[in-house]
């Protein structure tokens, strides 16, 4: 008899080492672990996945990495719309989430898979942005999730995979890890209170540059392509670069609280320097370069863009009326932003663009200006106010 084949979302951790032997001795399976790569794994880890993969008995294990693609369709769109959730976090864990569990159901499409699976808990936001793309995409396709569905503590799990013969390091590290391109996220017991910060100890990069350290880069429509000269052919490169140059100062680190999914407050810490110094020197560059509405509407549609992206619901038909939008503002967001960084801070000096708008052809703010009289903005001001003059004499 044909055994049903199953795509398992694999990551090589404890929930998905227990669902892959789970999926192929107790259920009869023939299962096919996937491993999406958003930036956040080096060629050796992504080696030892696989490996730990054949070892649990998968038939096959692919490697898919998105990391281009997850800018393209979705990173791009977060610069664009300076998007930070709740004005703190640049959506670096659930924005992955998205493309993964994306780029998975279009694998389980590929080999024609019966059955699709990932090692989520009852508890987080992960749970239903992988159900609801995996629903939405690949509807014909039963979603298997043991380890929510068995109400597994990961002692019983242990357990489980010991009496199977599996040998891994079951210690639980002191803190959860969760590194892509668009930032690193950091759980642990602090992350739990209300009231306690990180220890140094817990971010993943430690501080090591202490000078401080003036930086140019360049834009070009809304794009990230140079640093210091230096020229990147693709925008994935020029974050990694900027990675590498500003995370050693501690930039970017801070806590998040926010509104899970399944209606309770989260936190998490995370430390994201790229994102950051990327989001804020783009957003300086357009306020010289937009006018003041183009702005205001950016803003209140970025940030529908980013919950609604946080939430899983990447592939409403709005999201990419949205794009359309932010797409057609960056024709004029090219520039030099200069930028000073310190240690666990950083500072945008200021830009150079042709498409400045504060140009003094046209006067400068709060001295002469070139363009008008004082006669004119006599009249202006009595026009500009006329309705609410009248209001208030209507009304008393």
Same mark, same amino acid.
């Given at each position: ?245 500003? *995370?050693?100062? @501690? &930039?970017?680190? #801070? ?7 399944? %209606?309770?407050? =989260? ?79 950083? *500072?945008?000096? @200021? &830009?150079?663009? #042709? ?7 046209? %006067?400068?703010? =709060? ?30």
């Amino acid at each position: 008899m044909e055994k049903k084949k199953v795509v398992l979302a694999y990551s090589g951790g404890l929930d998905t080492s227990f669902c892959c032997i789970y999926l192929t001795r107790d259920l009869g399976y023939e299962v096919h672990s996937v491993i999406v790569n958003t930036g956040g794994f080096s060629d050796e880890e992504l080696k030892s996945v696989e490996e730990r993969a054949y070892q649990m008995g998968v038939t096959t294990h692919k490697t898919v990495d998105e990391t281009e693609n997850f800018y393209n369709t979705c990173v791009r769109y977060l610069i664009y719309g300076n998007v930070l959730k709740n004005n703190t976090y640049p959506l670096s864990v659930s924005a992955e989430r998205v493309s993964q569990a994306t780029a998975i159901a279009n694998y389980a499409k590929e080999i024609g898979a019966e059955f699709v699976a990932h090692g989520s808990t009852g508890a987080g936001n992960d749970q239903v942005r992988f159900d609801m793309i995996f629903n939405i995409l690949i509807p014909d396709v039963q979603i298997i999730t043991p380890i929510r569905d068995l109400k597994l503590s990961r002692e019983e799990e242990i357990e489980y995979l010991k009496k199977h013969g599996v040998e891994m390091n079951f210690e639980k590290a002191k803190y959860s890890i969760n590194k892509g391109i668009w930032g690193t996220s950091v759980g642990g017991k602090e992350t739990l209170t209300s009231n306690l910060g990180l220890p140094e100890d817990a971010w993943p990069t430690q501080v090591t540059s202490n000078e401080p350290k003036t930086i140019e880069l360049v834009f070009e429509k809304g794009e990230l392509t140079a640093i210091d000269g230096t020229t990147y052919d693709h925008p994935t490169k020029a974050i990694q670069a900027l990675q590498a140059i500003a *995370q050693p100062y @501690g &930039i970017g680190r #801070d806590i998040h609280v926010g509104d899970t999914i399944i %209606g309770i407050k =989260g936190r998490v810490g995370f430390e994201a320097a790229a994102p950051m110094v990327i989001i804020k020197a783009h957003h300086t560059l357009e306020k010289h370069v937009l006018t003041k509405w183009q702005l205001s509407w950016k803003d209140q549609l970025s940030s529908f863009y980013g919950n609604w992206l946080h939430e899983g619901q990447f592939h409403d038909p709005i999201m990419r009326n949205i794009e359309a939008f932010l797409n057609d503002t960056q024709k004029q967001v090219s520039g030099k932003i200069f930028v000073e960084l310190n240690p666990y801070r950083f *500072q945008v000096i @200021g &830009i150079e663009s #042709d498409h400045d708008l504060m140009s003094n052809k046209f %006067g400068s703010y =709060g001295e002469m200006n070139n363009a008008w009289s004082g006669e004119d903005v006599k009249g202006f001001s009595k026009i500009f106010g006329n309705q609410v003059m009248i209001y208030h004499k209507v009304n008393g």
